[in-house]
């Protein structure tokens, strides 16, 4: 029997037993508990913590580095941030990623999340909540900066877009702070608009 495993993390089911398509498959859902968004305040320490990863992605990775970049919230000053450092690496070959390296680490690899960002993801323990995403990239010269670096740049530069972004992250938090699928996804209309200013 071929089994297809299904993860959900959402607020809106219950666990069950597996579902039996047919005789030949067999899907099998996990379920976790909803994650809880939690913001706190802008902390310069994270930018110390770049820097402490940066370092150590340097020894991993090495020559296949072109760039490293801090991403996410906790780059962008003034702003609340989930607790989760979010680094972005552009590298010569993505083919060459050094995933044992990565692995020893304690950085384990979630594969193409998104059509060319392959992510390692580092937890404090087994089943917690990811405390450093790095998300790698191809080196593409027919294009600019992977979006996640352009956003977190552009509100760096225009503290007005990024005082917008802090509101809608507060409007968010109080409607869906047990489900961290759906305050993510409440950001995407907000985060086009500012890839559509670049």
């Given at each position: 029997?071929?089994?297809?495993?299904?993860?959900?993390?959402?607020?809106?089911?219950?666990?069950?037993?597996?579902?039996?398509?047919?005789?030949?498959?067999?899907?099998?859902?996990?379920?976790?508990?909803?994650?809880?968004v939690s913001l706190l305040p802008h902390?310069?320490?994270?930018?110390?913590?770049?820097?402490?990863?940066?370092?150590?992605?340097?020894?991993?990775?090495?020559?296949?580095?072109?760039?490293?970049?801090?991403?996410?919230?906790?780059?962008?000053?003034?702003?609340?941030?989930?607790?989760?450092?979010?680094?972005?690496?552009?590298?010569?070959?993505?083919?060459?990623?050094?995933?044992?390296?990565?692995?020893?680490?304690?950085?384990?690899?979630?594969?193409?999340?998104?059509?060319?960002?392959?992510?390692?993801?580092?937890?404090q323990q087994l089943g917690s909540i990811?405390?450093?995403?790095i998300h790698c990239y191809q080196k593409?010269?027919?294009?600019?900066?992977?979006?996640?670096?352009?956003?977190?740049?552009?509100?760096?530069?225009?503290?007005?877009?990024?005082?917008?972004?802090?509101?809608?992250?507060?409007?968010?938090?109080?409607?869906?702070?047990?489900?961290?699928?759906?305050?993510?996804?409440?950001?995407?209309?907000?985060?086009?608009?500012?890839?559509?200013?670049?």
């Open positions: 029997m071929y089994k297809i495993q299904a993860i959900y993390d959402g607020a809106d089911f219950k666990p069950q037993q597996p579902i039996i398509i047919d005789e030949e498959y067999e899907v099998i859902i996990t379920f976790f508990e909803p994650i809880k902390d310069e320490d994270w930018a110390n913590q770049f820097d402490a990863v940066k370092q150590e992605l340097i020894d991993i990775l090495g020559a296949n580095i072109l760039q490293i970049h801090h991403i996410g919230s906790t780059a962008i000053k003034n702003i609340l941030a989930k607790p989760i450092l979010d680094v972005a690496v552009i590298v010569n070959d993505i083919q060459r990623l050094n995933v044992v390296g990565m692995d020893i680490a304690g950085y384990s690899y979630h594969g193409e999340r998104t059509p060319g960002r392959y992510l390692f993801a580092r937890h990811a405390i450093q995403h593409n010269y027919d294009e600019p900066l992977p979006p996640t670096i352009l956003f977190c740049k552009f509100l760096n530069e225009h503290p007005e877009y990024a005082k917008q972004y802090n509101d809608l992250k507060l409007d968010l938090l109080a409607k869906h702070d047990n489900n961290r699928w759906r305050y993510s996804s409440g950001k995407s209309e907000f985060v086009q608009m500012i890839l559509d200013l670049v």
